[in-house]
């Protein structure tokens, strides 16, 4: 089953084209990993895929059901029931934690799903002591951001998505912010997940770790999908230039 599909997603900023004509879809249990320099595109893909950005042009389904229509080469979005439902299915980990200071760290895991979701608290309450106990913040539940490392932070954001149950996690370079040591202990949180089978549209730069737990790697420039495939395709044998002279430069 397709839980995401993109077809034809164009973006400007200000008259700028940062997307061009992209197309992808993500399949259930899949993980996609999302490579390319800075300013590709990749971070607005995401945001686009996510509503927090609007697209110009182009077509977006979740779960098989479309919720962005082209018309007349214009996005159209559909009612806010329709929204809330398509925004049900996924959760998103941001660069930077985006956690809310004054919420303890069970406040920013339950209170969506209490709040928003509308569960029950118990049973809120309940499920998020277990997956802090799976991201190893079992102890920290009464602190607050400003008393947690940067990792602990990507970990407390890490639960809040996975508690409201979603089909599918995004992940917008979940590691930038962080110190190789650190870096280390969210990806093998996130490798867990791969083997769960979460489908996970992740943007990194971590290239080792891309190719170890990645269905596909989409290798994006210019806000093109330059290059697709297997990740020993792509990263250990990069059909296009572009892709070649990126990785060359990482491995420097």
Known sequence: MKLLEIKNLSKSFDGKKVLEDISLSVEKGEVV?????????????????????????????????????????KAVYPDKATMKEAKSRFSLVFQNFNLFPHYSVMQNVSDAPIHVSKRSKDEVLEE???????????????????????????????????????????????????DPEITAGILRIMRELAKEKMTMVIVTHEIDFARAVSDRVIFMDGGFIVEQGKPEDVIDHPKNERTRNFLKKLSV
């Open 33 to 73: 990993s999302i490579l390319g320099p800075s300013g590709s595109g990749k971070s607005t893909l995401l945001r686009c895929a996510t509503f927090l950005e609007t697209m110009d042009d182009g077509e977006l389904s979740y779960c098989e059901k479309q919720i962005v229509r082209s018309v007349k080469g």
């Open 128 to 178: 998020s002591r277990r997956i802090l106990k799976k991201v190893g913040l079992e102890e920290k539940e009464n602190a607050y951001p400003c008393e947690l490392s940067g990792g602990q932070q990507q970990r407390v954001a890490i639960a809040r998505a996975l508690v409201m149950n979603p089909d599918m996690l995004f992940f917008d370079e979940p590691t930038s912010a962080l």
